[in-house]
C-alpha cells in the first residue's frame, strides 16, 4: 500500500470540518431551526440582591404575538451545580445579581419576544447587595443563600454564610522553611475579571414529542453536563432529553455548565411547540460567567544561591452568585500555585465567596493564570533582590524528573527542561540586554514557567467497523473549534493503521454517544484519546480473530497493516478489512465493535506526604510544561505596553496534529495577552458597567505580535495516547506574567495589578522616578 497518504498521528491535515467554515455552510444554533418554532427572549433582574414578592406579565401577555410568558413560579424546585447544587433554573423567591434572569418569553418572532420580555414587571424587596468578597465576610453581611449547609455538595466542602467553599494544602514545615531562607519576599497581587467572548453567544433550540420526551441542540462543551443539568434543575428523568451539539463557536469555559438550556426546555414542556434563544452579546456578558478574579498574597523564602526553601499562598475569590465551577477553580489555583518548581515547606489555602454578581466559573487556564502571575512576578522581584538572572534562579529549582507534585501527584513525563532550553535559545535570552528600543520606547524581556494538567474524570469511545472496511468513531467529546474531531479521528486511523478518510466521526448524542465528562481541562487529546486507542485495541483483536481463522494461522503471527489490511509477519498473505467485516457481518461473529471507557483514576493527594481539606478533585494529573519568553515595548509618555515577540515552548507528550498544537499555542497567548493588558469587566455597583465590545477592549489582530513563536517539545506521556497530553490552556497559563516581567524589566519596577493598562504602568514609571 505504498504511497497512501494515512494522515496519521504527526501529520497537520486539514481540519475535518474545514470546507463547511470556509465556505459558510457549518451550521450552528442560529442556522437551525424547527417546523413552527417558537423565538424565546429573557426578562433581567434589575437589582443585585432582593425577595421577588411577585409578577405583573399581563402588559407582556397583550402583545400580538406572544404565546407564553413564565416565571419563577411556573418552574420546579430543582437545583444544580457542578460542585455545589445552589442554582434554579431562572430566579425563584430571590435574586442573587444585577441581570438574572427572571421571566422567559415565547413569541412567533424573536423582536416580539424581546418586545415583551420588556413589558414583564416584577415586585422586589431590595436586600443589601453584596458586591466583593470582603464585604460577604464581614460580620453582619447579608446572607446570599441562606440554605447554603442543606444545598447537596459533590465534594468535602467547608462552607458557611457567605462562603462557599474553603480549601488548604499544607507540604513540610512551613515555619521552619522560612526560617532557614536568606531572603524572604511577601506581595499582593490581584486579577480582574475577563469575559470569556467566544465568538457565537450562547443559544439553544428545544422540541417535544407526542410521548413528551424533548430533544435540545445547544452550543456546548459537553451534552452529558447540559442534560444533568437541565434534568436536575426541572427534575425530569434524564431519560427524557436528548441532547445534541452543532458546530460550536468557541466556548473556552463559558458553555461547559448551563446557560439558557433550561429555560428553553421548560418553555418548549409549556408550548408543547419548538422553541429557540439566542442571547446577544450584552445579555451574554451579563447572565452568563467570567473568569475570577483573584487576590493573592504569596510569600516565598530563598536562601542566598537561590534554592526556594518555603512558599505561602493565600487566595479570596469572588465566588459570584452561585458555585458553578468556582470551587474546582479555587482548590485547581491552590494545587499549582508553587508552580513548576522544588519546594518543600508549603501551604496554599483559600476562600470562595458568594456575592451579588454574576458566576464566575471556568475559562481557559482554570485558576492558574491568575496564581501564575503572583508566583513568577515574585521570583522574577526575588532574583533582582539576589543579584541573579530570573531565568538562572528558575533553572536552580526546577521540578525533575521522578520528582512529585504539590501535594503528591504522580508526573510520569516532563518536559520542562527542554522547553527552558529551546525558549532561551530561541529568544537568545543570554543577550536580551544588547536589544535596542526605538525613540520614545522601552524594551523589556521577561520569562515565567508554567505547568497544567490534562487527566480528569470519565470518557469512552466506540468504533464500528463498517461492511466495507471503513470505519465510525463515537466518542460524546465535542469539537468547540479546537480541532478534536481531526486529531480524535487521526488517532483512530493511525491505531487501525488506515487512512483518515476512511473514518467517519459521529457528532455527539445523548443517545448513541459513549459518556465524556467535556471538553475542558485540556482533557480531551489525553483523557477521550486513551479511550479511542483502547476500543481501537479491541476493533484490532477482533479483526485478527476473524484474519486468523480465513488465513488458517495463529493470531500471534498476525500483525496490521497500512491501508487496512490483516497479514501474516514474514508473508505475503493478507485480507482485508472490507473482507473481514463482510464475514463478520454475514457469516460469523456479527459485526465488528470495539468499546472502551475508563475515568482518570490518579490520585491528587498522597495523604503521607500531604495535610489537605476541601479538595474538590481527588484524581487530577498528567501534567504538560512550559517557558514563555516575551519582548515589550512600553511608551514612555503614555504607559502603553504593545508585545514585540514571543517564544512558547510548550511540553505537550507527542503533537497528534502540530498544526493544531501550533493554534492552541497562538491563540493562548493571545488570549492571555488581553487578561494581561486590556481586557476587564467593571462594574458600576451592581451593574456591569461595560457589556459590549465598544468598551471591553479584547486584543485584535493590530495589537497582536506577528513573531508568536511556537516551540513543540515532545516528552511522552508513558499512557498517553501516542504519548500524548494536553495543550488546549498550557500556553496561556504563563502569559499575563512573562509579560508583567518584561514591562518590569523595561521600567524598573513590577505592576502587581491585571490588566497592566497604559495608566497603571505609567503611575508605576512616575512612581520610580519620585522615588529617586
Not at 406579565?57 to 404565546?67: E, H, L, Q, R, T
Not at 413528551?212 to 452550543?219: D, F, Q
Not at 537568545?428 to 522601552?442: E, F, I, L, Q, Y
Request: charged residues 20%.
Amino acid at each position: 500500500m505504498d504511497g497512501i497518504d494515512m494522515q496519521g498521528v504527526g501529520s497537520s491535515p486539514h481540519r475535518l470540518e474545514i470546507m463547511e467554515k470556509v465556505t459558510g455552510s457549518a451550521e450552528y444554533i442560529a442556522d437551525l431551526s424547527r417546523p413552527n418554532m417558537l423565538h424565546a427572549a429573557i426578562t433581567q433582574s434589575t437589582v443585585a440582591h432582593a425577595k421577588i414578592l411577585g409578577y405583573d406579565i399581563s402588559d407582556a401577555m397583550a402583545v400580538p404575538g406572544v404565546v407564553c410568558v413564565l416565571t419563577g413560579e411556573d418552574f420546579p424546585d430543582g437545583r444544580m451545580g457542578a460542585f455545589i447544587k445552589d442554582e434554579h433554573a431562572i430566579a425563584k423567591d430571590k435574586i442573587r445579581y444585577f441581570g438574572e434572569p427572571v421571566a422567559v418569553v415565547a413569541a412567533e418572532t424573536e423582536a416580539i419576544a424581546r418586545e415583551a420580555a420588556k413589558r414583564v414587571i416584577v415586585k422586589y424587596e431590595e436586600l443589601p447587595a453584596i458586591l466583593s468578597p470582603e464585604e460577604g465576610l464581614a460580620e453582619g453581611a447579608a446572607i446570599i443563600h441562606e440554605d447554603l449547609d442543606s444545598y447537596i455538595k459533590v465534594f468535602p466542602a467547608i462552607s458557611s454564610g457567605n462562603m462557599a467553599s474553603y480549601t488548604e494544602l499544607n507540604e513540610g514545615d512551613l515555619e521552619a522553611g522560612f526560617a532557614e531562607a536568606d531572603l524572604v519576599v511577601e506581595g499582593t497581587y490581584d486579577t480582574a475579571p475577563q469575559a470569556h467572548l467566544a465568538i457565537e453567544p450562547c443559544g439553544a433550540l428545544a422540541d417535544i414529542d407526542k410521548q413528551g420526551r424533548v430533544t435540545l441542540w445547544s452550543a456546548n462543551q459537553s451534552v452529558f453536563r447540559v442534560q444533568a443539568n437541565v434534568c436536575e434543575s426541572l427534575m425530569m428523568p434524564m431519560g427524557k432529553l436528548r441532547c445534541l451539539t452543532p458546530r460550536v463557536g468557541g466556548g473556552f469555559g463559558n458553555k461547559m455548565e448551563p446557560h439558557i438550556q433550561p429555560l428553553v426546555v421548560r418553555m418548549t414542556q409549556a408550548t408543547k411547540r419548538p422553541v429557540k434563544m439566542i442571547l446577544n452579546r450584552e445579555e451574554d456578558f451579563e447572565c452568563v460567567r467570567a473568569r475570577h478574579p483573584f487576590k493573592v498574597r504569596c510569600k516565598t523564602g530563598v536562601k542566598k544561591d537561590g534554592t526556594i526553601t518555603a512558599r505561602e499562598v493565600e487566595v479570596l475569590l469572588d465566588c459570584g452568585a452561585f458555585g458553578d465551577d468556582s470551587p474546582g477553580v479555587l482548590g485547581y489555583s491552590l494545587l499549582m500555585s508553587l508552580g513548576p518548581y522544588r519546594i518543600p515547606n508549603s501551604k496554599a489555602s483559600g476562600k470562595l465567596v458568594y456575592t451579588n454578581k454574576l458566576r464566575f466559573g471556568a475559562f481557559r487556564g482554570f485558576g492558574n493564570p491568575q496564581v501564575a502571575f503572583a508566583g513568577e512576578t515574585q521570583l522574577d522581584q526575588i532574583a533582582e533582590k539576589l543579584g541573579m538572572d530570573p531565568l538562572d534562579l528558575r533553572q536552580k529549582n526546577l521540578i525533575q524528573p521522578g520528582d512529585v507534585w504539590f501535594g503528591g501527584g504522580q508526573v510520569a513525563s516532563n518536559g520542562l527542561q527542554e522547553c527552558v532550553d529551546k525558549a532561551r535559545a530561541a529568544s537568545d535570552w543570554d543577550n536580551r540586554k544588547s536589544r535596542t528600543a526605538p525613540k520614545g520606547k522601552r524594551r523589556g524581556t521577561g520569562v515565567a514557567l508554567s505547568a497544567h494538567i490534562s487527566g480528569l474524570l470519565g470518557t469512552g469511545a466506540i468504533i464500528r467497523v463498517f461492511e466495507d472496511g471503513s470505519v465510525a468513531l463515537n466518542t460524546g467529546a465535542v469539537d468547540i473549534g479546537q480541532g478534536s474531531d481531526t486529531v480524535l479521528s487521526q488517532m483512530c486511523a493511525e491505531a487501525l493503521k488506515i487512512p483518515l478518510e476512511k473514518v467517519s466521526l459521529a457528532s455527539p448524542d445523548t443517545d448513541g454517544s459513549p459518556y465524556n465528562w467535556g471538553t475542558t481541562a485540556s482533557r480531551v487529546t489525553y483523557t477521550t484519546g486513551r479511550a479511542v486507542v483502547g476500543a481501537a485495541a479491541e476493533v484490532e483483536k477482533q479483526l485478527k480473530e476473524h484474519a486468523a481463522q480465513m488465513l488458517e494461522c495463529s493470531e500471534m503471527d498476525l500483525e496490521l497493516r497500512p491501508g487496512g489490511i490483516v497479514g501474516v509477519s514474514g508473508s505475503d498473505k493478507e485480507v482485508s478489512f472490507h473482507q473481514i467485516s463482510l464475514r463478520a457481518h454475514w457469516a460469523a461473529g456479527g459485526p465488528i465493535v470495539g468499546h472502551h471507557t475508563w475515568v482518570f483514576n490518579q490520585p491528587t493527594i498522597d495523604p503521607k506526604r500531604a495535610v489537605c481539606s476541601g479538595i474538590p478533585f481527588p484524581q487530577v494529573g498528567v501534567f504538560s510544561f512550559g517557558c514563555l519568553i516575551v519582548d515589550t515595548l512600553t511608551d514612555e509618555a503614555s504607559g502603553k505596553t504593545e508585545v514585540a515577540e514571543a517564544w512558547s515552548a510548550v511540553d505537550v507528550g507527542k503533537a497528534i496534529n502540530p498544526s493544531s498544537v501550533e493554534g492552541q499555542i497562538v491563540g493562548g497567548f493571545v488570549q492571555g495577552m488581553g487578561f494581561a493588558l486590556t481586557e476587564e469587566m467593571v462594574w458600576d455597583g451592581p451593574k456591569l458597567a461595560n457589556p459590549t465590545l465598544l468598551d471591553y477592549k479584547v486584543p485584535t489582530t493590530l495589537d497582536t505580535p506577528y513573531n508568536i513563536h511556537s516551540i513543540i517539545v515532545e516528552a511522552a506521556e508513558p499512557d498517553g495516547p501516542f504519548g500524548a497530553k494536553g495543550a488546549g490552556e498550557i500556553g496561556l497559563v504563563a502569559v499575563p506574567a512573562a509579560i508583567a516581567n518584561a514591562i518590569a524589566d523595561a521600567i524598573g519596577g513590577h505592576v502587581h495589578s491585571l490588566p497592566m493598562k497604559p495608566e497603571k504602568v505609567l503611575n508605576k514609571m512616575l512612581e520610580i522616578e519620585d522615588a529617586t
